[in-house]
Each structure stands twice: as structure tokens, then as C-alpha cells.
């Protein structure tokens, strides 16, 4: 490939590949996650962050029973798309006085817009299977012992009669998702300088 600039022969690698979920892992909220697309999460390599331009998309798993934490992506949107079972989400806007649910069959997806609260739930007894896709990117940052120091989620509550609207203020309200950005923006900053994401 002589000749060619390294960002294309590099996306050229990457779109001559088959993406498939794997290493799920158990994040924050409670629920299982396998980031498989995503050129900003430091526990991927390769993926060059014009590739997707600016979105990524994760595999996830819910348990049957299991719930997540209340939580909220301050920097994104996200979308959940069920690709099997049966998702119960309860979100919260800052336009709501209260929480309403949503009922999802596979073949369907919801939209969190940033700062909504969310809780993804499955009340069956088999296992729900999702797709995420976020714009813009998600950002993970890990360090080299594994510990999160960047997330773009934010933990909020166990569950709804814990949380009062002070505490949707403090987390999703605008001065946060101002200081989430920020936080972002210094994340991109530290992994692109340490060579972890590409292009960032």
C-alpha cells in the first residue's frame, strides 16, 4: 500500500473485519456490556474515531430479574435497541415531573436524550439482548490497573423512591451535563495523548 496515507490503509483494516460482541463485562449500572464498536473507549484499539463519525455501539445483556441502576448520560444520546426478550425502561426527562415507562419487544428501541434518567429492567425470565448506539461516541476511560477514570454514565440512585429532584439536579440538570462535557472533552484529551484512542 505504498503510498497510501496511514488513516486510510488503517480504515481500510478496519472496515475489512467482522465485528463481533464478546468480553462482556459487568459495568457500573449493574448490567453487562460488550463495547465492540467504539473508537473512544480505551479498552478497544484499532477502531480509528472517523470511522463511525462520532457514534459507537456496544452489545448488552440484562438478566432475567435484573435492573439496572438509575442513571444518566449527561454528554449523549443513546439509543436501546432490543434484539430479543422483552425491556421495560423507565426514564425520567427534565420536562417530567415524574418517571413514566416504556414497554420494548425486540425489534424495537427507546431514545435517552443527555441528562434523561434511566433504568432498564427486565421483569421476564429470560435474558434481554440490546444493542446501544450512542452519538457522540461513548467514552470509557480505564487505567492500566483497570480502574474507571472516565465514564459517561453517572450512577444516580438504586431506585426511584431514593431520588428526589435535588438529586436530578445535581446529576443530569444542565450545570451538570456543563461540567460533563468538560470532563469528556479532558478524557479525549488523555486518551488521544496516550496514543489509546486514534484520532480522538
Not at 472496515?15 to 448490567?31: A, C, Q, Y
Not at 454528554?75 to 434484539?83: D, F, G, L, P
Not at 461516541?137 to 472516565?150: F, I, K, N, P
Not at 469528556?184 to 496514543?195: N, Q, T
Request: proline residues 5%; aromatic residues 6%.
Amino acid at each position: 500500500m505504498r503510498g497510501t496515507p496511514p488513516e486510510l490503509f488503517l480504515k481500510g483494516r478496519v472496515m475489512k473485519r467482522v465485528f463481533r460482541p464478546g468480553n462482556f463485562f459487568t459495568v457500573p449500572d449493574g448490567t453487562q456490556v460488550s463495547a465492540f464498536l467504539n473508537a473512544t473507549d480505551s479498552t478497544i484499539a484499532g477502531i480509528p474515531s472517523d470511522v463511525l463519525e462520532g457514534m459507537s455501539i456496544a452489545a448488552g445483556r440484562i438478566a432475567p430479574g435484573a435492573r439496572s441502576k438509575i442513571h444518566a448520560h449527561p454528554a449523549v444520546t443513546q439509543v436501546t435497541y432490543v434484539v430479543s426478550g422483552d425491556l421495560t425502561v423507565k426514564m425520567q426527562e427534565a420536562s417530567e415531573a415524574q418517571p413514566y415507562l416504556l414497554e420494548v419487544a425486540a425489534g424495537s428501541a427507546v431514545v435517552s436524550e443527555p441528562g434523561a434518567l434511566l433504568q432498564l429492567c427486565n421483569e421476564t425470565e429470560r435474558s434481554v439482548e440490546l444493542l446501544y448506539i450512542v452519538a457522540p461516541s461513548y467514552v470509557l476511560e480505564v487505567d492500566a490497573d483497570g480502574r474507571v477514570v472516565y465514564d459517561d454514565s453517572i450512577l444516580v440512585a438504586e431506585d426511584w423512591s431514593a431520588l428526589d429532584r435535588d438529586d436530578w439536579e445535581a446529576y443530569a440538570g444542565e450545570d451538570a451535563r456543563r461540567d460533563a462535557r468538560a470532563r469528556r472533552v479532558e478524557a479525549l484529551g488523555r486518551l488521544a495523548a496516550s496514543g489509546r484512542v486514534l484520532d480522538a
